[in-house]
């Protein structure tokens, strides 16, 4: 596998980036917050992503990531 969690034999597409995003959200916030709206917000952060014009593909995995956890951050912080 390499490093960010996407293997060989697996394409590299939009829909195994937030598989890849779901399932590190899902450990996280998976207590929190449904996968359903996990999904969405994966979908979401790298649908914006991929359409940019500057593309590290390397580190959309990543930057998708943290946009799903900022959000769920907040959703967390206030139902606290």
Known sequence: MDPIGISASQPFTPET????????????????IDETTLTLWAETAVAALWSDSIKVTSFLPVLAMRQVSAQAAEVVKETA
Do not use: E, L
């Open 17 to 32: 980036v937030v598989a890849r995003v779901v399932r590190d959200a899902s450990r996280t916030f998976g207590a929190s």
